[in-house]
């Protein structure tokens, strides 16, 4: 298991793979954590070991089934990834025509959703029943980081499995595993994703440091927040702090007791998000960008 986000994980997989070698792992399971801590990988490593023709050790990356799970060659490998944002029936019909056959060179068959939330309402229902009874030696292993749009009815027929944010020091390995690095104050801001690390290691050397933009200590000043936005070329490039700011607001709105202080933070958080849909619609950052910094030159209880 040399994968790095496993690092974090190694005892939540060491269970699974008991459960595994004792013929105990549930035919339905959901993998429920934040975005970017390694539930993807974890999830295709299970399914890797499943398949395997080793029992204990696996996966042993050597076998047939090894080396084809490793390049999506599989076939009794089913990944459901979203098409257009969703996961659409047709793709469950299609699934479920090839439960009705054994598998075709494993002993067993593994289907991954890993965005279990983009199931549609009427692929959800068609999956339901499959999961109820699911067919012999299958195993669903389904993950997502929003499991409030996981529809319930899927998430109640499946073992939750929970995945803790990354901390810093797993990280910090991680990126400088590909040759990256972070400052300890901009790695905090990945808030323990382990993408959004890697996203934020990519980003301009310009912008400042966001804990500026919360203007406890240095606020960032009106000139430079306009600067900033013309500095900007590619609105593709915003997403990555967008995205910290979120996490940030989140964590403080969970900690924050006083209402008015709260109210503000939800205000701020869906000026982040109406930002994020203009930019999705190609607004133009330099014109949008500014007016959102200006947000935080306020100070938290003004901003109502
Ligand atoms: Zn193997």
């Known amino acids: 298991m040399s994968d790095l986000p496993f690092l974090a994980h190694r005892e939540t997989y060491r269970r699974l793979d008991q459960m595994r070698l004792a013929g105990r792992l549930p035919h339905g399971l959901i993998f429920l954590g934040p975005e970017g801590v390694g539930k993807r990988l974890v999830a295709r490593h299970l399914a890797k070991a499943l398949l395997c023709e080793k029992e204990s050790e696996a996966p042993c990356g050597a076998c047939r089934s090894c080396q084809q799970a490793a390049t999506d060659q599989h076939p009794d490998l089913w990944s459901l990834e979203p098409e257009g944002g969703r996961i659409k029936i047709d793709a469950i019909r299609e699934l479920k025509k090839s439960l009705n056959l054994p598998p075709l060179v494993s002993k067993l068959r593994v289907v991954l959703i890993a965005e279990a939330h983009a199931l549609n309402a009427a692929a959800a229902n068609a999956l ?177």
């Not at 959004?196 to 990519?202: F, N, Q, R, V």
């Not at 966001?210 to 609105?235: I, T, V």
Request: hydrophobic share 40%; with cysteine; net charge neutral.
């Open 128 to 304: 339901l029943k499959t999961l109820e009874e699911p067919p012999p030696a299958t195993y669903f292993l389904l993950a997502s980081h929003a499991a409030g749009w996981v529809p319930r009815t899927i998430l109640s027929r499946c073992q939750k499995v929970r995945f803790s944010p990354l901390p810093d020091s797993a990280l910090a390995e991680i990126l400088r595993a590909q040759g990256k690095a972070l400052d300890p104050s901009r790695l905090r801001l990945a808030h323990g994703s382990a993408r959004l690390a890697l996203l934020l290691s990519e980003a301009p050397e310009e912008w400042p440091d966001l804990e500026r933009l919360w203007g406890e200590a240095e606020p960032l000043g009106l000139d430079e927040a306009y600067a900033l936005g013309q500095s900007l070329n590619e609105a593709e490039r915003l997403t990555p702090y967008l995205e910290s700011l979120l996490l940030e607001s989140h964590r403080r709105l969970c900690a924050e007791a006083s209402p008015e202080r709260r109210f503000a933070l939800l205000t701020f958080a869906e000026r982040i998000l109406e930002f994020r849909r203009e930019m999705r619609q190609n607004a133009n950052p330099k014109l949008h960008l500014p007016r959102l910094l200006m947000f935080f030159k306020e100070p938290l209880e003004s901003r109502l």
